[in-house]
């Protein structure tokens, strides 16, 4: 079952997100699914659909992000993963105007899963890291240095 798992997880970044394939969300994401995101208002994406709309969210504000998987691991019905996500900031995100700025973000992603679908789901991801790179938060001095 873990191996079940770890290849729908790997379909979910291959596939849906790199490959843009938004019509197999159905068949991976159960529609009753909670994802905890706390980037999105209310820290939650609810269903399916939800998650649609959360992806499409990220390709309309990065038209080129690109993940890649660096470590994943499964145990019972559960799968993390370590992933890099990359792209060019070219549409709105979060109430921030695009700023034409390439970033690269990395985050793990912890899925559970039931009957071959993804039921919940726990996502964190480099936001800070980010929005620096996007310019729009400043970047920290390193520690020690005066200001």
Do not use: C
Request: aromatic letters at 8%; hydrophobic letters at 40%.
């Amino acid at each position: 079952m873990s191996e079940q798992n770890k290849a729908v997880s790997k379909r979910i970044i291959e596939e849906v997100w790199n490959q843009r394939k938004l019509d197999v969300i159905d068949e991976l994401v159960a529609s009753n699914s909670v994802m905890h995101e706390p980037s999105v208002p209310g820290g939650k994406v609810n269903g399916a659909q939800g998650y649609r709309q959360y992806v499409e969210t990220y390709l309309a504000a990065f038209p080129d992000l690109h993940f890649t998987i660096q470590d994943q691991f499964a145990d019972g019905d559960k799968v993390a993963t370590r992933w890099t996500g990359s792209g060019t900031h070219k549409g709105a995100l979060m109430g921030i105007a695009p700023t034409g700025k390439h970033a690269t973000a990395t985050g793990i992603t912890i899925d559970r899963y039931q009957n071959g679908k993804a039921v919940e789901t726990f996502s964190n991801f480099d936001t800070l890291g980010m929005f620096q790179q996007l310019g729009v938060i400043p970047m920290l001095a390193p520690a020690g240095a005066k200001a």
